[in-house]
């Protein structure tokens, strides 16, 4: 277990720090989200961008297991559950909760008396699918930022599902499916978990309904859903809430409902722009990420003197923290180029097209 | 204010037309007439003049937000709306309110116009913080004048004649207009512009046109099927001028001349305005500036469209005269329901009768047949047209682009085409914000122009920039390309490295000291991407200028030498 004896001040200088492979902690002798295979991984969630695969050991949040197994296979992973330690060639290492999804954790690192904290992907406001935010003290915070400008500020998610049901009731009434894109894993969890289930029948698209097996499985309130081949006529399809993932637009599996409405919920719809592009019926503005207020607080309450920040709104951040008299620089990552980000968003920009 | 924002709000986010129907009818029929007043305005385009300038919105709200200014232009970049940015920026509101349009306007909005900039600053604060996010945002697109969503003022006609219970035709002849800043939006107007249909109907037209008709392009070339339009002489043809569309109204010995946009342009073209026609009669054409006999390119009507006041040698450089080619009013009747052929007939009567170089009858294009008009068509060039008209002999005048009771063609000949290099991309606005879709483009200059100088290395000049063409999907694979072959950035704006070559449609060319390559083109826009060409392979300077017009060529491929590289 012994690490190799080096000077421990050129350590102390920096517990983690950017290589080509991810966040690497030299002592530690461990990744954080690599993009590249190595030996050893700590993951903070299963999104695709974070959880990669072909490390040789995995090292995650309890909570999150089953779902990186389904997505990754059989990779040889450990876990700990929220709050438990592991001392690893002599850094102690613990998983506390992120708040963005099902297993979703920061990880705390903490060697010769520093503490240093990865947030990976994190959400202030409570949700429930998942264990709620916490805020652990550190010296230095690795922060995401990726809705890092003062514009993306979110309404209640309550509010929106409300508005998410009152969409739903009238394309019901007027027998009308509502089609409503959102990403498969979390997203479309958080979504079931919090609208009124009583105003039709749910269908869930297949990517969705596996995670959504997982998170009953963890014991996470769900409602009711069908797949299409359990609903028995097209009639049933018309007072339907169809959950699909952004990559079913256009497809022949969404023709089947013939003339629906569509809506996509995602943090990107808060801006006019995002909303005419995806060119839906309806842009709810619902978010796993923090906005800015939330960046902002959680920053401040970490108590952190030194902050890196990682991908989104990367100079922005750290030009405006440097600016309130903190220690900000920057990592260059590879994460935010699968889920929800700008790029993936530009993309995807053509979707409405083959969709017409 | 609430009621408009979701009104704005509905028409925003659906982009068919019969969900904008439904939500016309529905804002309609609940508002007050005052809001509903101020609604019409705005909705068929009526821009008050700006109250508050960009630089003081920009300024109070960020100092309202307590972010730096450098921050603001980042929030700018990625939202690519000045209302919206700062619709999202400003902190929560502290209480709401709801006060109706009409008094934002009246009491709150125009009268900021000759406040000093304190009470502004001070107004502006206690606006914004009893506004939610929409309802700020509409708030501040109506301050600055920038006001604009997605229906045309036809559909707000079709919305309040189904409300009202009256043909369309008759609230599209009252509205006629409304958005004339000189008269503000009024409970009364409103109750006149949807009450019954009187029978003095006609007295209240005072000076307004009439709806302007509008022609359908022609996707179908009748000279390569001749069977797509009919027998010929079922068509009324005329050339296509390039001027300014309008309508010169004679009532009351009082003349008025309305642009398309339903603008007062009495004053700008005098020799226009004073020519005296008959009382109670409104003729439809185009304004041209004419020189020996034939129309001069857009770009000497340009030079007098910009200018407040006009000095006579101004007026004697550039002569502007009204080519007639319909009559909608004749002794003080409404004819436009009389067939093509028989106006044409009492169009010809009343310009022959007023003998004045400054109004010309629309010459008739004859041809046998399809074949033979293409060929004609081919001249279109040499004429400064651009292209031809063919109007249903039978067709009535109709509103706007109905088809119903006859149509109008317009057969434009094709557009100049050059095949350029992209070298700038800059960010679009709106539905394109964050995307990388208004690019500038370049030809190759070979350098040394003239025999006695050596030839220099060969650049590319930039000469047009252009944002229209692309579909969604090339547009993403261009930004893609843009972002991944940046040079440098200045603010906005990317140079990038000379990659892909792009066809380059336009329109018209003319010689431009303010420009670059020394030529300015009209309404560039992206054709197509030419995958198949190198750079290396994309047209010339050169090339470019041998498109100028005969009186421009030689001027400008000779003021080409010796300028500065």
Redesign the interface.
């Known amino acids: 277990m012994a690490g190799p004896r080096r000077t421990w001040g050129v350590y102390m200088a920096d517990l983690v720090v950017a290589r080509k492979e991810g966040l690497f902690c030299e002592p530690g002798q461990f990744y954080i989200d690599p993009w590249q295979p190595v030996d050893r991984a700590i993951i903070t969630h299963a999104h695709a961008d974070h959880a990669r695969p072909g490390h040789t050991h995995y090292l995650a949040a309890l909570p999150g297991a089953d779902i990186l197994k389904s997505r990754l296979g059989d990779i040889q992973l450990e876990t700990l559950a929220y709050g438990e330690h592991v001392i690893h060639n002599g850094v102690t290492v613990s998983f506390h909760p992120a708040g963005h999804v099902l297993g979703s954790a920061q990880v705390r690192l903490e060697y010769r008396g520093e503490t240093w904290v990865v947030s990976g992907d994190y959400k202030l406001e409570p949700d429930g699918t998942c264990d709620s935010f916490e805020t652990v003290p550190c010296d230095t915070f690795i922060t995401e930022s990726t809705f890092g400008?003062?514009?993306?500020?979110w309404q209640a998610a309550s509010d929106i599902f409300k508005d998410i049901n009152v969409w739903w009731r009238s394309n019901a009434e007027k027998g009308r499916a509502s089609v409503l894109f959102c990403y498969a894993f979390g997203k479309a969890q958080r979504i079931l978990n919090g609208i009124d289930n009583s105003i039709g029948p749910i269908i869930c698209h297949g990517a969705a309904e596996t995670l959504n097996r997982i998170y009953r499985n963890a014991g996470i309130s769900l409602p009711d859903t069908l797949t299409v081949s359990d609903a028995s006529s097209k009639a049933g399809f018309r007072e339907a809430l169809v959950i699909a993932p952004p990559s079913s637009a256009g497809s022949p599996w969404l023709r089947r409902f013939g003339d629906y409405s569509d809506a996509f919920a995602s943090g990107w719809m808060?801006?006019?722009?995002?909303?005419?592009?995806r060119?839906v019926?309806?842009g709810f503005v619902l978010s796993d990420h923090a906005d800015w207020p939330g960046l902002m607080r959680a920053i401040t309450a970490t108590g952190a003197q030194r902050v890196i920040v990682t991908h989104g709104?990367v100079d922005?951040m750290v030009?405006?923290l440097r600016?309130n008299s903190l220690d900000a620089s920057a990592f260059e990552t590879e994460y935010g180029t699968n889920e929800e980000d700008?790029a993936a968003e530009?993309?995807s920009?053509?979707f409405?097209?083959s969709h017409a | 204010m609430r009621d408009f924002a979701r009104l704005y709000n509905e028409l925003?986010?659906?982009?068919a037309t019969l969900g904008k129907l439904e939500a016309l009818k529905r804002y309609f029929s609940h508002v007050e007439p005052a809001n509903a007043a101020w609604a019409v305005y705005f909705l068929a385009g009526g821009k008050p003049r700006q109250t508050i300038s960009t630089k003081f919105l920009r300024q109070f709200s960020t100092e309202m937000?307590g972010?730096?200014e450098?921050?603001f232009d980042?929030?700018y970049q990625?939202?690519?709306?000045l209302a919206?940015?700062i619709a999202?920026?400003l902190p929560?509101p502290s209480h709401e309110t709801s006060i109706p349009l009409a008094n934002w306007m009246e009491e709150r909005i125009i009268p900021l116009r000759n406040e000093t900039p304190e009470k502004t600053r001070e107004a502006l604060f206690s606006y914004w913080n009893e506004l939610e996010t929409q309802q700020r945002f509409v708030l501040i697109k109506l301050i600055s004048g920038a006001f604009r969503v997605g229906v045309s003022k036809l559909l707000v006609v079709r919305a309040l004649s189904e409300l009202a219970g009256l043909d369309a035709k008759i609230i599209a002849q009252r509205m006629m207009g409304w958005t004339d800043s000189a008269l503000q939006p009024s409970a009364e107007r409103y109750s006149l512009l949807i009450a019954a249909q009187s029978e003095f109907e006609h007295r209240n037209k005072d000076g307004h046109p009439y709806p302007f008709f509008l022609a359908h392009p022609l996707q179908i070339s009748p000279q390569a099927d001749p069977q797509v339009l009919g027998d010929i002489r079922q068509w009324q043809i005329e050339w296509k001028y390039d001027g300014i569309r309008a309508q010169l109204v004679q009532r009351n010995g009082q003349s008025w001349l309305w642009s398309r946009g339903e603008d007062l342009i009495t004053d700008r073209f005098p020799e226009i305005s004073g020519i005296s026609l008959p009382d109670g009669t409104v003729i439809d054409g185009e304004i041209v500036i004419w020189k020996n006999g034939s129309p001069a390119p857009f770009a000497d009507l340009q030079k007098r469209i910009g200018r407040k006041s006009l000095s006579s040698r101004i007026l004697n450089e550039f002569p502007a005269a009204f080519i007639a080619f319909d009559l909608l009013e004749h002794r003080g009747q409404d004819i436009r329901h009389i067939i093509q052929s028989e106006r044409r007939s009492r169009l010809k009567d009343v310009v022959c009768s007023i003998d004045v170089p400054g109004l010309i009858l629309s010459p008739l294009v004859d041809a046998p047949d399809w074949h033979r008009l293409g060929i004609m068509r081919n001249t279109s060039r040499s004429r400064a047209v651009e292209g031809m008209m063919l109007k249903s002999v039978s067709a009535q005048y109709g509103i706007g682009r109905t088809k119903e009771r006859g149509i109008w063609w317009k057969w434009k000949i094709d557009p100049y085409t050059v095949d350029a290099v992209l070298v700038y991309a800059q960010r679009g606005?709106?539905?394109?914000?964050?995307?990388y879709t208004d690019y500038t483009f370049a030809v190759w200059d070979s350098g040394g122009s003239g025999d006695s100088d050596p030839p220099g290395e060969r650049k590319l000049v930039p000469f047009a920039k252009a944002y229209s063409g692309l579909?969604?999907?090339e547009?993403?694979r261009v930004?893609?390309v843009i972002r991944r072959t940046t040079i440098e950035k200045f603010g906005p704006v990317r140079s990038v490295r000379p990659t892909m070559v792009f066809e380059i449609g336009f329109e018209g060319i003319a010689p431009s000291p303010r420009h670059k390559a020394g030529v300015a083109v009209r309404f560039p826009r992206m054709l197509r991407i030419r995958d198949d060409k190198k750079v290396d392979e994309a047209d010339t300077l050169d090339m470019l200028k041998a498109m100028l017009p005969n009186p421009y060529r030689k001027a400008a491929l000779t003021s080409s030498v010796g300028s500065p590289p």
């Open positions: 400008l003062p514009i993306y500020r808060l801006l006019r722009g995002a909303r005419r592009r060119a019926d309806r709104h922005v030009r405006w600016e700008n530009n993309e920009v053509a409405k097209e | 925003d986010a659906t982009t937000s972010i730096p450098w921050l980042e929030c990625a939202v690519g709306d919206e940015t999202h920026i929560p606005h709106g539905r394109r914000a964050s995307l579909t969604d999907r547009i993403a930004d893609a």
